[in-house]
């Protein structure tokens, strides 16, 4: 059977330094997952969102 991907969203500010560090320690810590937990059929496939210092128009657009 093939892999089943999961889309989960995620709403950064990518203008700050949070933003930015927030991004590539979810990314890893994914990456380092699916490494460790290579046989999984599910897979989380991130859609990352620049907030634009607005979280509440970034979630909705």
């Given amino acids: 059977m093939g892999k089943v991907i999961i ?3 995620v709403v950064l500010d990518m203008n700050s330094a949070v933003g930015k560090v927030a991004e ?3 990314s890893a810590a994914v990456n380092d997952f699916y490494a460790r937990n ?3 059929r599910t897979r989380i496939s991130l859609v990352a969102r620049d907030s634009k210092g607005d979280v509440v128009t970034a979630a909705s657009a």
């Fill in 7 to 9: 889309r989960v969203g």
């Fill in 24 to 26: 590539s320690c979810i």
């Fill in 38 to 40: 290579a046989d999984y």
